[in-house]
């Protein structure tokens, strides 16, 4: 269920206190194991870390996993259809190296029932270090002190350092540490007992699990202080490696026991442990994974890596962390004045984008990053949509590296088209390896929007960078096989006039699907259409070598680019002048009206209580659609439409998708509604943080992450980038004193801060920089900080949306659907949160 959020501070600042810089948590819960492992959770991109306790006990999901390491599995369709998805993929749970379990006097560390004098984990989103210090009183009454802390490398890949210090503080006491590397996803923990509990119920947010083996030992080796275990996946036959290099620091005496087997590698240390004498051991861990590489040359990988740690110490990876997050924060931080609480959060999604990306290495990014399986780990829209923006304007390099992700698929998406008897390329809704993933076509393969997503992040990247050579090589292909799949796809139909119309597709609302004229999926096309012309015509008539060659590859056709641009010219988008609105979909105004305002809070979200063919016959969104639109496509739209569109919709909006808050409160900002505006900011900002969904125990909704820099940049700061023309338009809360971001834009980096009767753009590097405010054009210089009076923050409407547009405008008696007594929770389909 959907929380709804009140607007004052959800977190309980006796256990979570306000700190700019880390997320603290100052006593455990068992209540909420699974959301606190995901909040926790240390990442770079490639390799994710669950915050399980290094005892390994009490846990409700241990967690650790590789970015596109999957294993494949064949669908099952009760009744099958030609072009339904055939191949499921569902991350794997490599083998888990967090395990460090300590006893002192031969009694374990359980933080569940053991008696802690003080505790602290922290987050630290300075140093990327994931830390945690207790003061244990033993049963026998001895008091020790212990510190561990974990970090995944974002300056090596592959690499994750674990460390742990023991100090007794009363008394002497026998102390062993077995350190671990054990292969949990095939359900068994070290003594053979079952390693993870799910059933949870019903919930097709999260993931699939396996009642077949899935990683299959493909050797194990060890030395006097390294273990390595190798395995295959059974069906995608790709290959992982993991191994662990220890060392210990003591002056006390003990002595240590290796050994490997196939699904579990223990290092063991047995101390004498003095009081008053620290114990402090290292854990470095190298994960190399492949599609199917053999093991013993992953085995030397790994090998390598452990071999510059051991060679320059595990100190000198946490100063690399250190160092690249303070650049990080230089190109990415975002300030808010006078909100320690808001401040903090907004760090804390920041700090989840960099996990979530920084080492994709052109991997997608999944759902969930790399802090959990839900949606088995599939990449969605949500990269191109909510994710690339950010990066494009802070992070060039890592925007590329996850474009090229997408052009790695183009073939794949080549073939998707044509097995859906199309042109150009379809890009699959939900995959990891390429092939389509999503059992269920209405909510998923017939969004076809999936197309223009990509190339709307192609497009936002070349005009935040100016990579033109991006977009001569690679860009530029996706360009025009979408547009060769919008232009194959659509039709004209004459009816009053000639309309090119776009039929049997669902929009990002997946509350409605398979239907005509949906208007995002026109509008985004539309732009793709017109972006793949301008480009074509742009090296037809500027570089004529570069277009030589991309005709010869892309078998670019005369007329091709005429057809597109007759195409875009003739889009079909629907709009009801009675209204004055656009209809989500050419027949959605003749839907009834579902009664949100009377529907019992336990019923969302709608899509766990309601079968979807009850949904599909309602006015109501899981997430905005429309209103998408008028953000993304924002030069298309009056300032009258996007008010009318956003106060029709937004009262039929669940929420249900955390896709949708942030993209709310930047239309409402823009509108003038700015306390919802600020609630709805709330919401994204808190989405996981306060476990407003109800799921984060599946790991982190990354694409809100991203919607939160979206909503403060885009939303507040009121900054817009059609075409590469960068202007701004603030739309600043009255309770916030000023907001202060950075933005690399075309290589000039900008500070830009915005002040309730000032915006002020700052050239901190590069060269000088055209922009508009309101309209007026202006020119950011080095050395001269460029001050622009603002006279309000915008249009400020006097009624709130309770208040909005009479019921007779509306079309349709509101009702709920009667479920009660039923005993039923809904029919199992996939959709996307």
Not at 476 to 501: C, M, P, Q, S, Y
Request: glycine share 8%; charged share 25%.
């Amino acid at each position: 269920m959907k929380t709804t959020y009140g607007g004052v501070d959800p977190l309980d600042r006796n256990r979570f206190p306000i700190d700019p810089w880390r997320l603290v948590e100052r006593f455990p819960k068992t209540s909420d194991l699974g959301t606190t492992e995901t909040l926790f959770a240390v990442g770079n991109g490639y390799l994710g870390m669950r915050s399980n306790p290094p005892e390994g006990r009490e846990a409700h999901t241990h967690g650790t996993y590789v970015n596109g390491f999957h294993e494949t599995w064949p669908i099952h369709h009760v009744e099958q259809a030609y072009g339904f998805a055939t191949t499921g993929q569902t991350i794997v749970n490599v083998p888990d190296s967090k395990v460090m379990k300590l006893y002192v006097d031969d009694e374990p560390l359980l933080l569940a029932i053991d008696d802690l004098e003080e505790y602290e984990r922290s987050l630290d989103f300075r140093e990327g270090v994931l830390r945690r210090d207790v003061i244990w009183r033993t049963p026998a009454g001895k008091r020790v002190r212990v510190q561990t802390s974990r970090m995944v490398s974002f300056t090596q890949r592959h690499l994750a350092v674990f460390t742990i210090n023991v100090t007794m503080l009363d008394g002497d006491a026998p102390v062993v540490i077995s350190s671990q590397i054990l292969n949990r996803q095939d359900g068994f923990d070290e003594y053979n007992s079952p390693g993870e509990a799910m059933g949870e119920g019903f919930d097709p947010r999260r993931t699939m699990t396996f009642t077949d083996r899935v990683l299959d030992p493909q050797g194990h080796w060890n030395s006097e202080r390294r273990m390595i275990l190798g395995y295959r996946c059974a069906s995608s036959g790709m290959t992982l490696a993991v191994g662990a290099d220890h060392a210990i620091f003591t002056d006390n005496d003990y002595e240590t026991l290796i050994d490997t087997q196939p699904d579990l590698g223990k290092k063991v240390f047995r101390i004498d442990a003095k009081q008053g004498k620290p114990i402090f051991i290292t854990k470095a861990v190298a994960y190399h994974t492949s599609r199917g590489v053999a093991v013993r040359e992953l085995f030397d990988r790994v090998r390598r890596t452990l071999d510059r740690v051991r060679q320059d110490g595990v100190q000198h990876y946490h100063e690399e962390q250190a160092r690249w997050l303070a650049e990080y924060w230089d190109r990415c931080d975002v300030e808010i004045e006078g909100h320690g609480d808001i401040q903090q959060a907004v760090r804390w999604n920041l700090f989840q984008l960099a996990q979530a990306t920084a080492r994709t290495d052109q991997l997608g990014v999944p759902a969930k990053g790399v802090t959990g399986a839900g949606y088995e780990g599939h990449y969605f829209w949500d990269s191109e949509v909510y994710i690339v923006p950010f990066l494009a304007y802070t992070s060039p390099v890592t925007a590329r590296n996850v474009l090229r992700f997408r052009v790695n698929l183009l073939e794949a998406a080549r073939e998707r088209a044509r097995v859906l008897a199309q042109k150009g390329a379809l890009f699959p809704w939900r995959t990891i390896n390429g092939e389509e993933a999503s059992a269920y076509y209405a909510a998923g393969t017939a969004q076809y929007h999936i197309d223009a997503d990509v190339a709307f992040a192609v497009a936002k990247y070349v005009d935040a960078t100016g990579d033109e050579p991006f977009l001569a090589r690679d860009g530029v292909e996706i360009l025009v096989e979408t547009a060769r799949l919008w232009a194959d796809l659509g039709f004209w139909h004459v009816n009053g006039r000639e309309k090119f119309n776009i039929h049997g597709v669902t929009g990002p609302d997946e509350y409605t699907t398979v239907v005509n004229n949906n208007l995002f999926t026109n509008v985004m096309a539309r732009f793709n259409l017109e972006r793949a012309a301008s480009v074509v015509r742009g090296f037809a008539e500027s570089d004529p070598e570069t277009y030589a060659r991309l005709r010869s590859r892309l078998h670019l056709e005369e007329g091709e680019v005429e057809e597109w641009e007759r195409c875009a010219a003739g889009m079909a988008i629907p709009f009801d002048t009675e209204l004055g609105i656009h209809p989500q979909d050419e027949h959605f105004l003749e839907r009834e009206m579902w009664d949100l305002e009377n529907t019992p809070p336990e019923n969302f979200p709608l899509l766990l209580h309601y079968h979807p063919l009850v949904i599909y016959r309602f006015q109501v969104l899981k997430q905005a659609d429309v209103v998408l639109a008028l953000f993304l496509q924002g030069d298309r739209f009056t300032a009258e439409e996007k008010l009318a569109d956003f106060e029709y919709y937004d009262p039929i909006t669940t929420g249900d998708s955390s896709l949708s808050a942030v993209v709310q409160s930047i239309i409402a900002a823009e509108v003038g509604h700015k306390q919802a505006a600020l609630k709805y900011f709330r919401e994204g900002l808190y989405v996981d943080l306060a476990d407003l969904h109800g799921n984060t125990r599946d790991g982190i909704h990354i694409a809100s992450a991203g919607g939160v820099w979206n909503a403060l940049v885009d939303g507040f700061a009121g900054m817009r980038d059609f075409g590469g023309r960068l202007t701004f338009d603030p739309r600043l809360p009255d309770s916030w004193p000023q907001l202060r971001f950075r933005l690399t834009v075309r290589g000039t980096h900008l500070r830009v801060t915005v002040q309730q009767e000032s915006i002020t753009f700052e050239v901190l590097d590069g060269p000088e920089r055209e922009l508009e405010v309101r309209g007026t054009p202006h020119v950011a210089r080095p050395g001269e900080p460029l001050v622009v009076p603002l006279d309000g923050q915008g249009p400020r409407l006097t009624y709130g949306l309770s208040q909005r547009r009479p019921p007779e405008l509306r079309r349709g008696l509101g009702t709920v659907p009667d479920i009660s007594g039923l005993g039923l929770s809904s029919v199992p389909g996939v959709q996307e949160d």
